[in-house]
């Protein structure tokens, strides 16, 4: 350790030191006025600083943590903007302190450091002092975090399921058994992905079927993932959470104020991470109810599907639609795929070959590979797979003489479960 000493300890140089050629008066008025001058010169070129950052201040609060919309993301705000406050008068103390060291006790003044080995009293200041503040900021961070995790008394229950890459949401009712259920995928046009179409406001960040909720009403999400590992994150929210396969991880919020709010999976979740949207809207209780009665009626109506027959130019209208949102990922879509991993359906032995093997596997999926079990897991019907299956056997090249309807895949899964 060592501390600058002045003046006296001048005399304890050596002597070629110390011996420093005479100056006149007007010699020294000039080095008082050239040591001024530069004072000067930085105290102004400080001040410029200071007026430069000032603009900033604006810019800097868009890189700042967002204060969010519920009561948890207000507490992460404030968490986050105290601990930030008492670490910039900590900065500013230990910075302010070298900073006035290094100047008042430079070379050019004479000063010569004393040496001595420790000071146990500064050491105990020194340790003290900061485990004080440490626990001071414990404090709030505690009474955060258990707030964040106290679930329990909510309003509402719904399961949240990751799928590569899409979300699933089941609405729950009180004994936990499903009411209403849908999929969320990403609704970005693919010209807007491949550079074809100057890109929305919104790209990347909207989905064909929002999570709705009412607002003031405490939501508890059960989330979990069926393939890989997800994460369900809404920054206004101050939510993210992690989606495991064969785990549940629960989490709540509760939105007063109408509006959309939008999020991303967060978690590294194989090719089209980047094209997993959360989005949630807050509904005012009326709108949300009217909402709810209307898609349960919707999907009452889509089951009732599977006895129904279709012709062949709805099958392809449906089947397109399908396609793009839910295979044109993997297997592109003029269907070519990406060869090894995603096969191109042009021309394959499954969209060309017996209809059996075609709804076998759109149904339950390849093990090992990234085609999944659209079926067996829920995210598709009777009445879909019939369609995208047409429209599989009816395009790209492909033009088999089935048409494909859905009791022809009541009548496999029967079969076969």
Same mark, same amino acid.
């Given at each position: 350790?060592?501390?600058?000493?002045?003046?006296?300890?001048?005399?304890?140089?050596?002597?070629?030191?110390?011996?420093?050629?005479? !100056?006149?008066?007007?010699? %020294?008025?000039? /080095?008082?006025?050239?040591?001024?001058? +530069?004072? =000067?010169?930085? @105290?102004?070129?400080?001040?410029?600083?200071?007026?430069?950052?000032?603009?900033?201040?604006?810019?800097?609060?868009?890189?700042?943590?967002?204060?969010?919309?519920?009561?948890?993301? !207000?507490?992460?705000?404030? %968490?986050?903007? /105290?601990?930030?406050?008492?670490?910039? +008068?900590? =900065?500013?103390? @230990?910075?302010?302190?070298?900073?006035?060291?290094?100047?008042?006790?430079?070379?050019?003044?004479?000063?010569?450091?004393?040496?001595?080995?420790?000071?146990?009293?500064?050491?105990?200041?020194?340790?003290?002092?900061?485990?004080?503040?440490?626990?001071?900021?414990?404090?709030?961070?505690?009474?955060?975090?258990?707030?964040?995790?106290?679930?329990?008394?909510?309003?509402?229950?719904?399961?949240?399921?990751?799928?590569?890459?899409?979300?699933?949401?089941?609405?729950?009712?009180?004994?936990?058994?499903?009411?209403?259920?849908?999929?969320?995928?990403?609704?970005?046009?693919?010209?807007?992905?491949?550079?074809?179409?100057?890109?929305?406001?919104?790209?990347?960040?909207?989905?064909?079927?929002?999570?709705?909720?009412?607002?003031?009403?405490?939501?508890?999400?059960?989330?979990?993932?069926?393939?890989?590992?997800?994460?369900?994150?809404?920054?206004?929210?101050?939510?993210?959470?992690?989606?495991?396969?064969?785990?549940?991880?629960?989490?709540?919020?509760?939105?007063?104020?109408?509006?959309?709010?939008?999020?991303?999976?967060?978690?590294?979740?194989?090719?089209?991470?980047?094209?997993?949207?959360?989005?949630?809207?807050?509904?005012?209780?009326?709108?949300?109810?009217?909402?709810?009665?209307?898609?349960?009626?919707?999907?009452?109506?889509?089951?009732?599907?599977?006895?129904?027959?279709?012709?062949?130019?709805?099958?392809?209208?449906?089947?397109?639609?399908?396609?793009?949102?839910?295979?044109?990922?993997?297997?592109?879509?003029?269907?070519?795929?990406?060869?090894?991993?995603?096969?191109?359906?042009?021309?394959?032995?499954?969209?060309?070959?017996?209809?059996?093997?075609?709804?076998?596997?759109?149904?339950?999926?390849?093990?090992?590979?990234?085609?999944?079990?659209?079926?067996?897991?829920?995210?598709?019907?009777?009445?879909?797979?019939?369609?995208?299956?047409?429209?599989?056997?009816?395009?790209?090249?492909?033009?088999?003489?089935?048409?494909?309807?859905?009791?022809?895949?009541?009548?496999?899964?029967s079969a076969h479960h």
């Amino acid at each position: 350790m060592t501390l600058a000493r002045r003046g006296a300890d001048f005399r304890d140089l050596p002597a070629t030191a110390r011996e420093r050629p005479k !100056r006149t008066r007007l010699e %020294l008025d000039q /080095l008082e006025r050239g040591k001024k001058k +530069v004072n =000067g010169n930085l @105290v102004k070129r400080i001040g410029s600083a200071l007026m430069l950052l000032l603009p900033s201040a604006a810019w800097a609060d868009k890189l700042n943590l967002r204060e969010g919309v519920t009561a948890v993301s !207000r507490s992460e705000y404030d %968490l986050h903007m /105290l601990i930030l406050y008492v670490c910039c +008068v900590i =900065g500013l103390i @230990v910075f302010g302190a070298m900073a006035y060291s290094l100047y008042h006790h430079r070379k050019s003044r004479g000063v010569v450091a004393a040496q001595f080995h420790d000071s146990t009293r500064l050491e105990i200041v020194w340790t003290i002092i900061p485990t004080i503040i440490l626990v001071l900021m414990a404090w709030p961070a505690t009474t955060t975090l258990i707030d964040i995790y106290k679930t329990g008394n909510e309003d509402m229950l719904i399961e949240v399921r990751g799928f590569q890459w899409k979300w699933q949401y089941k609405y729950l009712d009180e004994n936990r058994k499903d009411q209403l259920s849908f999929f969320s995928v990403l609704a970005t046009p693919q010209d807007e992905i491949y550079n074809r179409k100057v890109k929305g406001e919104h790209y990347l960040l909207e989905v064909d079927n929002p999570l709705r909720v009412p607002v003031g009403k405490r939501v508890r999400l059960l989330i979990t993932s069926n393939d890989v590992i997800h994460s369900w994150s809404v920054p206004d929210f101050g939510i993210k959470r992690d989606a495991i396969p064969g785990m549940l991880n629960d989490v709540w919020f509760e939105v007063n104020e109408p509006g959309i709010f939008r999020g991303q999976c967060s978690e590294l979740c194989g090719k089209d991470h980047g094209f997993m949207p959360v989005v949630v809207q807050a509904m005012a209780a009326d709108e949300y109810q009217a909402w709810y009665t209307k898609t349960k009626a919707e999907e009452d109506e889509k089951k009732a599907m599977a006895s129904k027959t279709f012709t062949a130019d709805e099958l392809m209208k449906t089947g397109g639609e399908i396609y793009n949102k839910t295979c044109a990922t993997c297997h592109q879509p003029d269907g070519k795929g990406l060869p090894p991993a995603f096969p191109p359906l042009a021309g394959s032995k499954i969209a060309t070959g017996a209809l059996e093997d075609h709804i076998a596997i759109v149904w339950g999926g390849k093990t090992g590979t990234a085609m999944q079990a659209f079926g067996a897991s829920g995210q598709l019907n009777a009445a879909d797979i019939a369609a995208v299956i047409h429209y599989e056997r009816h395009s790209f090249g492909n033009n088999t003489s089935d048409v494909v309807q859905p009791v022809d895949v009541v009548n496999w899964t029967s079969a076969h479960h």
